[in-house]
């Protein structure tokens, strides 16, 4: 029997087919896959090579081209990526120093190209402890590509996810309805996250650890995860590729009974 929980909090929509050749049929702008990937080991990947971290850094920025460039055509409608967590700011201040100087050269770089590719910009994250350099770029690129629909990018900065769930509890405090919508909807607004977001439905980790670092932890609820041990200066498009083909053989049940596999994926690569 259903009780009244099961209709406050309903199933999840599946993702459609991420198959390329499903792509034409799927109205621009719909947000039909969440991909979201905590991108590990551009210290490693530099330790590597005797460089210093800041060219791992360097080397994984190139990475998130790929990963950008290549997502459409996998079927991914959003993808979430994490660039600086809220505990980064812990690490010696000449990398972070370099990390915010790459962030703004990055958008600056790749503006033109989100643009064109029709690539919708948002940064997700505190607002108040960034460079103000850096946030008017932020801005900026995110009027310039407000009107993209072929991918929705999110890149995460000054992200902490424990920290967005305890402003939506705050709010819950000060009297918003403790509603699923209304929780969701503070939870969005503690890191300027546009609204409409579908939630996450796989989640890849590289650089081998298995962990979900303050990454996401609501949106998360019924994520895949994938780990996987590539550096993500080394991640390609066919390992992108093959994780998504990974979630689609997956069987998500959001705790019913099993369905069949996530959906069909023809994936390139
Ligand atoms: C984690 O690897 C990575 C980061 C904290 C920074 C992520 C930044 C990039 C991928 C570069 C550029 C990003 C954008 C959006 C332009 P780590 O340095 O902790 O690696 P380690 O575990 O091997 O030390």
């Known amino acids: 029997m259903r009780s009244t929980l099961d209709l406050k909090w309903p199933e999840p929509k ?12 799927i109205e621009a702008g719909q947000d039909r896959f969440h ?15 005797g460089r210093p971290r800041s060219v791992g850094h360097v080397a994984g920025a190139k990475a998130v081209r790929v990963a950008v460039e290549s997502a459409p055509a996998l079927g991914i409608t959003t ?10 700011w812990r690490r010696p201040p000449d990398e972070v120093e ?25 940064v997700i994250g505190r607002r108040d402890r960034l460079p103000e350099a850096l946030i008017r770029r932020i801005i900026h690129v995110e009027e310039q590509t407000r009107g993209g629909t072929s ?3 999110r890149i995460a900065m000054d992200y ?28 969005g607004e503690a890191v300027h996250a546009p609204p409409g977001t579908r939630e996450v439905d796989l989640l890849i980790r590289t650089g081998g650890e298995q962990r979900m670092s303050d ?26 590729a093959a994780a998504v083909r990974a979630f689609s053989a997956r069987d998500r049940r959001y ?11 023809e994936a390139q690569g």
């Open 215 to 240: 990454f996401l932890l609501w949106e998360s609820a019924y994520a895949e995860l994938f780990f996987t041990d590539i550096l993500w200066p080394d991640f390609t498009e066919a390992d992108l």
């Open 160 to 187: 902490s996810a424990r920290e967005a769930l305890l402003t939506a509890a705050g709010r819950v405090a000060l009297g918003i309805t403790p509603t699923r919508e209304a929780f969701e909807r503070s939870v």
């Open 98 to 122: 370099n990390l915010m100087l790459l962030f703004q050269r990055h958008l600056d770089s790749e503006a033109a190209r989100l643009t064109d590719s029709g690539v919708r910009l948002n």
């Open 14 to 25: 599946p993702p459609e087919s991420v198959s390329p050749g499903r792509l034409k049929v």
């Open 79 to 88: 993808l979430t990526l994490y660039a600086f967590s809220s505990d980064n």
């Open 35 to 49: 991909v979201a990937i905590n991108m590990d080991g551009n210290g490693r990947w530099a330790q590597k090579r």
């Open 255 to 265: 705790g019913g009974i099993s369905r069949g596999p996530a959906c069909q994926v």
């Open 151 to 153: 991918l929705h990018l």
